[in-house]
């Protein structure tokens, strides 16, 4: 089990805190949008609305795109300026790559590391414009031939639709706030009264905090700050150790980071004098995470915060924890 885990830490692979509903609604809207740039862009084509000398109307990399726009619509990447800009720029970049460097290899090479550079300067990184600058340098005649105009159709029209199709979209679910500043401006603050503000905040406060989000975390400044806002609202309960501590729960000591720890009770003696009344317990997650240890349950009620329990692939505290904080 440890072995498991240190791999996983080590390729990047995160708990998805995102409910079954999310998830589908993030499905269907991507395949809306790319449906909506098909059929929109045909449309203005036979309509003479839009007139150009080739088919190709619509590039690879907007896949991508939806998938930002509709899997993670509160990331800092998703937004329209990064969305338009990050297309744009490095469509431009990949289309002067393609004119002024000779040689395919190197031009497709250059137009990627160019437009990383001026998506960086430009405050508009999105990473499908990577995947546009080397479309304009490896796209084939098709997309030559249309010189600037590629920046028009399919890059700008292509960002525009869909774009339109993520507002229209996402505005259908309240949860969901696209651009993600509209959102924040029909909200009111989220704070905590002063006098009873704890200043310590722990792992299962945050576990809790992401998971009212019910939204896959692309954090930008003002959603961290949003974040931990939400965070210290769960930590403004009062720090109350367990009044007793029950064989086969698990318990956190409510630290954060490297101290953070869960521990679940194995085995007990139930010994009447104190000195005698030990728990085994084994460490589910955190420091120490899979071993075991032996203590007396008074040092071990003093260690333990709260109950917590696994919920949707985070540890948060159990309804008992919560409602031995704020009795009736």
């Not at 029209?157 to 339109?164: K, Q, R």
């Not at 989000?213 to 961290?224: F, K, N, P, R, W």
């Not at 104190?274 to 728990?279: A, E, G, I, L, S």
Request: charge should be negative.
């Amino acid at each position: 089990m440890r072995l498991i885990s240190e791999l996983r830490a080590y390729l990047g692979i995160e708990k998805n805190n995102t409910s079954h509903r999310e998830k589908l609604i993030s499905a269907l809207g991507a395949a809306l949008a790319i449906l909506g740039v098909f059929w929109v862009t045909q449309r203005a084509l036979s309509a003479g609305v839009i007139d150009i000398s080739t088919s190709y109307f619509i590039i690879a990399s907007m896949g991508a795109s939806a998938v930002l726009l509709f899997a993670v619509p509160h990331g800092a990447l998703s937004q329209p300026w990064p969305l338009v800009g990050g297309h744009l720029v490095s469509a431009l970049v990949g289309v002067l790559c393609h004119r002024w460097i000779g040689v395919e290899l190197l031009a497709a090479a250059m137009a990627v590391g160019v437009a990383v550079a001026a998506m960086y300067y430009l405050r508009c990184i999105h990473p499908p414009g990577g995947a546009t600058a080397l479309t304009a340098v490896t796209g084939g005649e098709a997309v030559y031939q249309l010189g600037f105009d590629f920046l028009l159709v399919p890059i700008l029209t292509n960002a525009l639709l869909i774009l339109a199709v993520a507002v229209a979209f996402n505005s259908l679910f309240h949860w969901r706030r696209y651009p993600v500043h509209l959102g924040r401006r029909r909200k009111s603050p989220v704070t905590a009264e002063p006098e009873s503000r704890e200043t310590e905040i722990t792992q299962e406060d945050f576990a809790a905090a992401i998971q009212e989000q019910d939204s896959y975390v692309d954090i930008t400044a003002e959603g961290l700050t949003e974040l931990l806002e939400l965070a210290k609202q769960h930590a403004e309960r009062n720090v109350v150790h367990p009044q007793e501590i029950v064989g086969g729960r698990c318990y956190s000591n409510g630290k954060l980071g490297k101290l953070w720890s869960v521990r679940q009770v194995v085995d007990e003696s139930q010994e009447p004098p104190p000195t005698k009344d030990r728990v085994i317990y084994k460490v589910l997650a955190g420091e120490g995470a899979y071993d075991t240890g032996i203590c007396l349950r008074e040092e071990f009620r003093q260690w333990a915060r709260f109950e917590v329990q696994l919920k949707g692939g985070h540890w948060v505290k159990s309804r008992d924890s919560v409602d031995d904080e704020h009795p009736e």
